[in-house]
T-cell receptor, first 112, second 114 residues
Framework: GAGVSQSPSNKVTEKGKDVELRCDPI?????LYWYRQSLGQGLEFLIY????????KSGLPSDRFSAERTGGSVSTLTIQRTQQEDSAVYLC??????????FGSGTRLTVV | DQQVKQNSPSLSVQEGRISILNCDYT??????FLWYKKYPAEGPTFLIS?????DKNEDGRFTVFLNKSAKHLSLHIVPSQPGDSAVYFC?????????????FGQGTELSVKP
């Protein structure tokens, strides 16, 4: 596609439920990243996929968070047993090379 | 451990004047720096970047300056326009096996008054 597509754009979930956030990167981009922005905070790195290499998961805040990237394209970020502190905007980006990311518009997650 | 810091959460500037946004970093391995602009309900968009082999990069109204000895970079916008009002993030990446991961600052909200 022309840009990075994320779905849903908004998600309200009850505490304790699992959620899945989807990212469709720009076709041909080998690198895919997940970040999150909590209220009043900067962008916090979560996970990074580059081609067939093992993903860099160093930013995942707990083992409730996981992500996969199927076929080198679409990625899903899963949050299990959601907590209120998980409420944030989750941003996906993709790139061909280092830096120069294109970001999606994000998924606003609200845990009630 | 905040490796990239933007110490001013907000900045207000008159239209036509210069906006200067500052960013400090602590990791000496960082060698590539970027600025992103973000409007509400949208993802950040890339503005301008600079490699550590340079100390200045210019693109139209936007100039980024890098002072490696001070581990400081700044973004200058001249002249500022009301449409520049947004949150600006600086970001940095390092050599080696950290790949393309960017570390972002907390952002500075710029408001340009007509």
């Amino acid at each position: 596609g022309a840009g990075v597509s994320q779905s849903p754009s908004n998600k309200v979930t009850e505490k304790g439920k699992d959620v899945e956030l989807r990212c469709d990167p720009i076709s041909g981009h080998t690198a895919l990243y997940w970040y999150r922005q909590s209220l009043g905070q900067g962008l916090e790195f979560l996970i990074y996929f580059q081609g067939n290499s093992a993903p860099d998961k160093s930013g995942l805040p707990s083992d409730r968070f996981s992500a996969e990237r199927t076929g080198g394209s679409v990625s899903t970020l899963t949050i299990q047993r959601t907590q209120q502190e998980d409420s944030a905007v989750y941003l996906c980006a993709s790139s061909l090379m280092r830096g120069g990311y294109t970001f999606g518009s994000g998924t606003r997650l609200t845990v009630v | 451990d905040q490796q990239v810091k933007q110490n001013s959460p907000s900045l207000s500037v008159q239209e036509g004047r210069i906006s200067i946004l500052n960013c400090d970093y602590t990791n000496s391995m960082f060698d590539y720096f970027l600025w992103y602009k973000k409007y509400p309900a949208e993802g950040p968009t890339f503005l301008i970047s600079i490699s550590s082999i340079k100390d200045k990069n210019e693109d139209g109204r936007f100039t980024v300056f890098l002072n490696k000895s001070a581990k400081h970079l700044s973004l200058h916008i001249v002249p500022s326009q009301p449409g520049d009002s947004a949150v600006y993030f600086c970001a940095a990446s390092a050599r080696g096996n950290q790949g393309g991961k960017l570390i972002f600052g907390q952002g500075t909200e710029l408001s340009v008054k007509p």
